[in-house]
């Protein structure tokens, strides 16, 4: 009997790669197969994605499995949250998707919360403030002209997805980034768009991680050489990081990568004035449920000052060389200074008000993304009166032992490291679901059962 793949494209805003899976004696393995280049683009004076290239590194992915001769049979693809593509009544792309670290922004959220204060829109949306989020940036382009040229709005999987089969629909997870979605009914909320001009046309339906969404286009097909089913997982890449969690409970996480999500997942959203006040969000999760989280600045720094410095070094030799480089200085990572700047290096020494060098600059980064988790942790468990004595981390940051280690010296945990490749199993996971090789009660015992994780303590 020949064997039956499925595959996750996860695509981050560094890179992206296809990863197959298949089961085998009872355990999910998986084998990386294709991986490209992901990154902002200057046009026009604005930060950017190359949408075009993502869809044409997608085909050249299934394309590569095709040539080993293990094309799958169904497909899942996440990203990141917040960005979007609006089209015309054609459906043909209105000029750029913009990138969240473009600050289009800033001189529109004074206007929208004009409209409506912000304690309303948490009240209503549980979605922390962050300046690049969907609500804002669809205000830019409601000012700039842009939107009224729009007939809908795909977040980008969603998009991609649409290319693949033809369907539109929004993923619930990464529809909640948006800002635009009522904790209440899990839709967008009419009062929000009502206010800021936004029609509820633009919308399509709303679909939950595990939808069927169908097959590909015949000429996708033609292109690719085989049939392909799209299954739409949890688009959103932290959503599908969280739900390969390798436990059957709710306990703390922070899910590593270019950012650190720190958070608990949750029956019911939190929007108390405590939790807007140290702005932690509640985006969507699997069955209506919310991941009550916190955005810290995460290894994007690191990534920035690996990349300034010319990449002389690896994230494992940064590491090392941060360890044994101890530094007096820390700072707050949130800082927006560290979102975009022209070299983090430099900005590092600005905020610390001395010169360092590569290997200094890394531990402070490395020590204050510890403390930062510690103050993160520390106001989750108050709030929520959830105190564990593990906290898990997973996804690409959770290979960082030095910072395992620092993470469990300042925040007293036992730390739970791994699978790092999380997002791409919890992805392969609902695709798995959604193609009925697995039912849901088999999911967490399955990801259990086929990756190691590492127990850290200081």
């Known amino acids: 009997m020949s064997t039956a793949y499925v595959l996750a494209v996860d695509i981050g805003a560094s890179s992206g790669r296809h990863i197959l899976c298949h089961l085998e004696n009872g355990k999910m393995v998986l084998e990386e197969i294709y991986r490209f280049k992901n990154g902002l ?46 089209l015309d009544q054609n459906d043909k792309r209105l000029g750029e998707s913009f990138g969240y670290r473009d600050g289009r922004t800033q001189g529109v959220i004074a206007q929208v919360h004009e409209k409506i204060p912000f304690d309303e829109l948490y009240q209503k949306t549980g979605i922390q403030f962050q300046p690049f989020n969907t609500i804002y940036q669809l205000y830019a382009d409601r000012l700039s002209g842009k939107l009224a040229q729009a ?38 909320d009419p009062d929000i768009l009502a206010k800021l001009g936004y029609s509820q046309n633009l919308f399509a339906p709303m679909i939950a991680p595990g939808t069927l969404l169908g097959p590909v286009s015949k ?7 085989f049939p ?17 969690l390798p436990s059957e409970t709710s306990v703390p996480y922070i899910s590593s990568g270019t950012w650190s999500l720190l958070g608990l997942e949750r029956e019911q959203a939190l929007v108390d004035s405590k939790s807007r006040q140290e702005n932690y969000t509640n985006e969507g999760a699997p069955k209506g449920r919310f991941r009550y ?6 290894l994007w720094m690191i990534q920035r000052l690996k990349s300034d410095t010319g990449d002389l070094f690896d994230f494992a030799e940064l590491s090392e060389m941060a360890k044994a480089n101890p530094s007096p200085y820390c700072l707050d990572v949130n800082d927006l200074r560290f979102l975009a700047p022209k070299n983090m290096k430099e900005e590092v020494e600005k905020a610390v008000g001395a010169s360092l060098s590569i290997a200094q600059a890394a531990n402070v980064i490395l020590e204050s993304m510890a403390l930062s988790y510690q103050q993160a942790l520390d106001a989750l468990e108050k709030e929520t009166g959830c105190h564990s004595s593990v906290l898990h981390i997973i996804g690409g940051g959770s290979k960082n032992e030095y910072l ?55």
């Open 41 to 86: 683009l200057q046009k026009g004076g604005h930060l950017c994605w190359d949408i075009d290239r993502l869809y044409s590194e997608l085909i050249k992915g299934l394309q590569v499995a095709k040539r080993l001769g293990k094309a799958p049979s169904y497909l899942g693809i996440d990203t990141w949250g917040v960005d979007y593509v609006l």
């Open 151 to 188: 007939s809908s709005l795909l977040m980008l999987p969603d998009y991609l997805n649409f290319l693949l089969t033809g369907k539109k629909r929004q993923e619930y997870t990464n529809a909640t980034t948006s800002g635009l979605v009522s904790i209440k009914s899990h839709a967008f």
């Open 219 to 225: 000429e996708v097909e033609e292109r690719l050489g």
């Open 228 to 244: 392909l089913q799209v299954v739409v997982p949890c688009t959103h890449d932290t959503a599908s990081a969280v739900a390969a």
């Open 293 to 298: 989280q916190k955005n810290i600045m995460g």
């Open 404 to 458: 395992n280690y620092l993470t469990a010296l300042r925040t007293g945990k036992t730390i739970l490291a791994g699978p790092s490749e999380c997002t791409a199993i919890g992805n392969l996971a609902y695709v798995l679901l959604g193609a009925e090789m697995i039912s849901e009660s088999d999911m967490k015992p399955l990801i259990m059962k086929s990756f190691d994780i590492k127990e850290v303590k200081a």
